[in-house]
């Protein structure tokens, strides 16, 4: 089992920045992908970067060049920078983790309860 909480979020204007994070705790916590996922009001929930055990990354291509994934195994935390955000990108941000990875939801068994951005003028 492994428990994952966000923090980090809140509001910017465009063009302004971000770091959310995400303390993760549980068995082994460090040998589980880790993912970011966002449901903007009114959407579904969807993948927008996700990080193996050695450090290797995947993006959406909507959030590529502007959103970086990191992860700190020391601290168990789990890291989403980002940069240039844009009205598209509010939403509420969601940590997950689990055994497949990816940018799928079901490549995920544990996900937190997620951080608001708004990102308004």
């Known amino acids: 089992q492994v428990q994952v909480v966000e923090s980090g979020g809140g509001s910017v204007q465009p063009g302004g920045s971000l770091r959310l994070s995400c303390a993760a705790t549980?068995?082994?916590?460090?040998?589980?992908?880790m993912g970011w996922f966002r449901q903007a009001p009114g959407k579904e929930r969807e993948g927008l970067t996700s990080?193996?055990?050695?450090?290797?990354?995947r993006y959406r291509d909507s959030v590529k060049g502007r959103f970086t994934i990191s992860r700190d195994n020391a601290n168990n935390t789990l890291y989403l920078q980002m940069n240039s955000l844009n009205s598209d990108d509010t939403g509420v941000y969601y940590c997950?983790?689990?055994?497949?990875?990816?940018?799928?939801?079901?490549?995920?068994?544990?996900w937190g309860q997620g951080t608001e951005v708004t990102v308004s003028s």
């Open positions: 549980g068995d082994r916590v460090n040998t589980y992908f």
């Open positions: 997950a983790a689990g055994r497949a990875g990816g940018l799928s939801s079901w490549g995920y068994a544990f």
């Open positions: 990080t193996d055990t050695r450090g290797n990354t």
